[in-house]
């Protein structure tokens, strides 16, 4: 297998070779956030901005880190200071009122409960936190006394028990909620102590105390929300997890410390693996899988199930596993590229009729008269993005589709003109690379953090939707040069469009200008949108579709620069992106993950690492929170957008709604809808005297009646 660098002085394999390690191309000014990285952060690299880390990196790093299934902070609350744990069961979820669906619009789980602290008395006369070995998968917090020794806690996704390495300090054991009992248990291995500890809302905490060099310590209730140690440890560690089960013995004493990915593929298949590094005494550490994780486990991690499982803040239940790597297996998308593709039973490859390409070529005639260099100079990332994206799919299909070599060049030439615009960095904001935290970043809002311009682009929110559409609309020129020009296009723009590619999906760390895969998180198995602001729910992301689609257009990209370690690694991700956009925000009838009550929504909404909620943030309009999660329609949209459940959700909703919708997303919702029939999408685009107001401003009517046709066959 191939991985990627656990640090920066290895060398990964050929699956995670890194896109370039030339530093950014001087067009990009060097430009400061307003937001600075914080004291005590120990930084070799730059630093992820959109990690289930990030809120202990922002604003006074005391927010919440969601390692699923516990939530971790650092407390500074009198009398709790220390590192806070919580987890919260299934049935302490809060559910909000019912919306139009009959099911309640939001639920999340309280994550501020201080089910334990780990703590010191020698922290009552103030504490300072630093951070260490900030990894995409890792990152070690510490904890130091004003006046003593330390404790360290490595977090990682997924760690079944929260570890705290103990220096020089007396150790204390707080609980707002309470302890209910405390008693010693049965040693499971010599040198290890344990403790069950049951709080007063019920839960149970099981506390396993590892020693060195012959050192003791006697821990006794002080009173009903704290216990004490006897004396100062130093190498000795904490480790605590909810839950009474009793493989936690067996992995008592071994902590991990950091994850390295490591994946290959062969035809059709992905497998990636979670390979563990671990501390402490024995070998064999215990983690909580995802729903989406046991699904798609190998039998090398299968066969390490355990007896635990707990409830997650918003996947469903988690299951435990007496291992050191998660290998999972998925399907892969080799198959599909640019031509209109479909699961919808009997589709063999696009064909077309007279009568259809005719359509096409209508639609293509009047498409074309658009000025696209003037349509796209606008001051947005996202939505010049998405026009010329458009338009490059209009492109495509007058070189692949109607086959027409005069009208494709001078097509060519107009999106060359449009996207020159990006390429020499002269848009209205134009982008920078970004010095505190690593990155490629709109100028827009920047000097002033106005975080309402452009969504945020300057603070790390949604550059995987932005830039998307600008690499998947240069793949196609790129392309179509190739074939009917000079070739020279791509040569001339390939850093620019790469660069963007390295901010988002940079994939080894030997690249030291940008974070290793900023967006996608190889563990949630989806992407997170927010950047370097903190909220208390944790990273969030609101369009599931925009994130497949930026993974889709890496693999574009890749086939035309003929880069096949790049077009695995999307593979990989979309096959990931499969599984999780149907566990976690595509919700068909046979879904067991997300709670019942709130299953009659069909679709998610903003999902947050702790919530989940039934909107958009730019409205709560259906036809908004549906439409979404389908935006673009491409040939990757079936892919994951499977008949059945196109059909259920507009079996269920849609199909009432759609018919009163005289907007941009009825055009959306219709193109949707050939996901299961495509004829029928057809016949509403192929209508004489077409509303061009049905269309949003990512479409185009080429395009739709391109796929609807294509895929009709």
Request: hydrophobic share 35%.
């Amino acid at each position: 297998m191939n991985s990627v660098n656990s640090t920066p002085a290895q060398t990964a394999g050929n699956l995670f070779n890194p896109i370039s390690t030339d530093a950014p191309p001087s067009l990009f000014s060097r430009v400061s956030s307003t937001i600075k990285v914080p004291n005590g952060i120990s930084r070799s690299a730059p630093i992820q901005t959109n990690n289930f880390w990030g809120n202990i990196t922002l604003a006074d790093q005391s927010s919440y880190v969601f390692t699923h299934p516990y939530v971790v902070w650092k407390s500074t609350a009198t009398n709790f200071q220390g590192l806070a744990v919580s987890h919260q069961s299934s049935s302490q979820r809060v559910f909000g009122p019912n919306n139009d669906h009959g099911t309640p619009s939001y639920y999340y789980s309280p994550s501020g409960v201080m089910s334990l602290v780990l703590g010191s008395s020698d922290f009552n006369s103030g504490f300072s936190m630093s951070l260490n070995n900030l990894k995409k998968m890792s990152i070690d917090v510490t904890l130091k006394s004003n006046q003593h020794g330390y404790l360290t806690a490595p977090l990682l996704q997924g760690i079944g028990l929260i570890t705290a390495v103990y220096n020089d300090l007396i150790p204390s054991i707080h609980s707002q909620v309470g302890f209910r009992s405390v008693s010693g248990d049965t040693a499971p291995k010599a040198g290890i102590d344990k403790y069950k500890l049951t709080l007063n809302d019920g839960s149970v905490w099981f506390m396993y105390v590892t020693f060195t060099d012959n050192q003791k310590c006697q821990f006794a209730l002080k009173d009903p929300q704290h216990i004490i140690g006897s004396n100062s440890i130093n190498n000795c560690w904490i480790q605590v997890c909810c839950g009474d089960f009793s493989d936690y013995d067996k992995a008592a004493g071994c902590y991990p410390i950091a994850s390295t990915l490591s994946a290959s593929t062969s035809n059709n298949t992905g497998t990636y693996a979670f390979n563990y590094t671990t501390a402490g005494s024995g070998t064999t550490p215990f983690f909580y899988a995802l729903p989406h994780h046991v699904q798609s486990f190998t039998e090398k991690t299968s066969s390490k199930r355990s007896n635990a499982t707990l409830s997650d803040t918003v996947h469903g239940d988690m299951v435990g596993y007496l291992t050191n790597v998660f290998e999972m297996s998925e399907t892969i998308p080799t198959s599909i590229s640019l031509e209109p593709w479909s699961r919808v039973n009997g589709f063999n490859g696009a064909n077309y009729t007279n009568d259809e390409l005719n359509s096409i070529r209508n639609a293509a005639l009047k498409d074309i008269t658009n000025d696209v260099s003037n349509l796209s100079n606008i001051d947005s990332m996202y939505f010049s993005g998405k026009i010329i994206d458009k338009f490059a799919y209009v492109l495509y299909t007058l070189h692949y589709i109607l086959k027409d070599e005069g009208l494709t060049r001078s097509f060519l030439e107009k999106m060359k003109t449009a996207i020159a615009r990006f390429t020499s960095n002269r848009q209205i904001f134009p982008l920078c690379y970004e010095t505190n935290w690593g990155g490629i970043c709109s100028t827009g809002g920047m000097a002033n953090g106005d975080t309402s311009v452009d969504f945020g682009n300057s603070i790390y929110n949604d550059h995987h939707f932005h830039y998307a559409y600008h690499i998947h609309a240069a793949a196609i020129v790129a392309k179509i040069d190739q074939e009917i020009g000079d070739g020279s296009w791509l040569r001339d723009n390939k850093v620019w469009v790469e660069t963007l590619l390295r901010d988002v999906a940079n994939p080894n760390e030997n690249d030291t200008h940008f974070p290793v895969f900023r967006n996608f998180d190889f563990f949630i198995g989806h992407s997170f949108a927010h950047g370097i602001t903190v909220y208390a729910d944790g990273k969030d992301q609101e369009s599931g579709s925009e994130d497949y689609n930026f993974a889709y257009a890496m693999k574009i990209w890749a086939q035309v620069t003929k880069d096949s370690n790049m077009e695995s690694r999307a593979n990989l991700m979309l096959g990931i992106l499969n599984r999780s956009m149907n566990n976690y925000y595509l919700y068909s009838n046979d879904n067991v993950g997300i709670p019942q009550q709130f299953r009659g929504n069909i679709v998610s909404g903003i999902k947050f690492e702790n919530k989940i909620d039934h909107t958009t943030y730019f409205g709560t309009n259906p036809e908004y929170i549906h439409g979404i999660q389908m935006l673009p329609i491409t040939p990757i949209s079936s892919f994951i957008r499977g008949p059945n459940f196109v059909k259920e959700e507009w079996d269920k909703y849609l199909g009432n709604k759609v018919n009163g919708i005289n907007s941009g997303w009825r055009g959306i919702l219709m193109l949707n809808y050939a996901l299961y029939d495509p004829r029928t999408s057809y016949n509403f685009f192929n209508t004489p005297n077409f509303n061009y107001g049905y269309l949003d401003d990512g479409m185009t009517l080429t395009w739709s009646l391109a796929y609807t046709a294509g895929v009709s066959s």
